[in-house]
């Protein structure tokens, strides 16, 4: 037994056969499997996603994330020696002037020109450490048209093959509205407009919060002591009508439940006693031990390992049963990852 005060990274690792990352989306949404997780008695059983109203109580209130993935990956070359370099836009700073990570790091030198198109090419203006920069794009005039015809749909590093036309649609939620992620909350790629509607007529509501969510999301930490780790800032916002559910739902006692750990780093990020919308950014790394606020249940994919995303969904569901959790989902063949399938974890079973 793992003594949860002393957990390191190295106990965040897991066995996984290639095979099981799933490279390409379902045809269908909502027909991933689903492995349903119950705290209370540390059982697991199998579902499909499409029976989430059944497996709700009404009056849950499910929060999601909003945020909208956009055209973020670059490939070009170095001006001066012709070598391969890959520019992935963070956020943009001023018109024509981003924030991005350079791979290979050395390419993120200022002074470097990099090509990307006859159309398109870029200068690095500093340097910022760990593969990031400033660039500025050499012709700012309809240079955001430009990009979106040579940018590509930022897929994971660990999808091997190259994005193509259904990755717009399925590396996106169908209720992606909030322009600024450049990786999907993996966990709402499940829904699909149908269910939603299926939700809300059994009395299950819903409402959004937005972060927009950065490539730290894949990088596995670096410091084996987690209290050492610390997570690339990532923005957020609430609105006073999200704030008002979730407070209403807290309150009269119903169960809120967050779509992703994307969602659940927001709601524990924000003081959602707050009459007004609430704006800003997060770093807040979630590792056991940890007393959660305001999620009481949670929806969320298969994790890398040594990510501070599995570190959340221990803190959530408790290392022990998270790692027998993952032992059953790679016996059993669930595909993981962002394309792959899906938990719900729970306090106790409704049904």
Not at 28 to 33: A, L, P
Not at 199 to 228: M, Q
Not at 316 to 330: D, H, L, P, T
Not at 335 to 341: K, M, N, P, Q, T
Request: hydrophobic share 40%; aromatic share 8%; glycine share 6%.
């Amino acid at each position: 037994m793992i003594d949860k005060r002393n957990l390191l990274k190295e106990n965040f690792q897991y066995f996984l056969p290639g095979n099981l990352i799933a490279q390409t989306p379902l045809p269908d949404r909502t027909e991933s499997r689903l492995l349903v997780s119950t705290i209370a008695n540390k059982e697991l059983s199998e579902n499909v996603f499409s029976n989430l109203p059944d497996l709700l109580s009404p009056g849950d209130l499910l929060v999601l994330n909003n945020t909208k993935v956009f055209r973020a990956r670059l490939s070009g070359k170095r001006a001066d020696t012709g070598g391969k370099v890959e520019a992935f836009l963070l956020r943009e700073l001023d018109h024509g002037t981003w924030k991005v990570l350079i791979r290979p790091g050395r390419a993120a030198r200022s002074g470097i020109i990099i090509e990307f198109s006859n159309d398109l090419s870029c200068t690095v203006r500093q340097r910022l450490g760990q593969g990031r920069a400033i660039i500025e794009f050499n012709s700012v005039e309809g240079t955001d048209d430009t990009l979106s015809r040579t940018a590509q749909v930022p897929l994971p590093p660990y999808i091997k093959r190259a994005p193509d036309e259904r990755d717009d649609e399925r590396y996106q939620t169908v209720y992606a509205s909030k322009k600024g992620a450049v990786a999907a909350p993996t966990a709402g790629l499940h829904f699909d407009r149908e269910l939603l509607i299926r939700l809300a007529e059994k009395g299950i509501e819903h409402t959004y919060v937005t972060l927009h969510v950065g490539p730290g999301t894949f990088e596995p930490l670096r410091s084996n002591i987690l209290e050492d780790n610390a997570l690339d800032p990532e923005e957020y916002y609430v609105s006073a009508e999200a704030l008002s559910a979730i407070r209403n739902a807290r309150e009269e006692g119903r169960r809120v439940i967050a779509v992703g750990t994307t969602t659940t780093r927001v709601l524990e990020t924000i003081d959602i006693n707050s009459e007004t919308s609430l704006s800003g950014e997060t770093e807040i790394f979630i590792f056991p031990p940890y007393s959660f606020r305001n999620v009481d249940a949670l929806i969320t994919n298969f994790h890398l390992p040594e990510s501070s995303l599995l570190c959340l969904v221990a803190a959530f569901m408790g290392y022990e049963f998270m790692m027998n959790a993952y032992r059953y989902a790679v016996e059993h063949q669930f595909r993981f990852y962002s394309y792959g399938d899906v938990m719900l974890i729970e306090q106790e079973s409704i049904q």
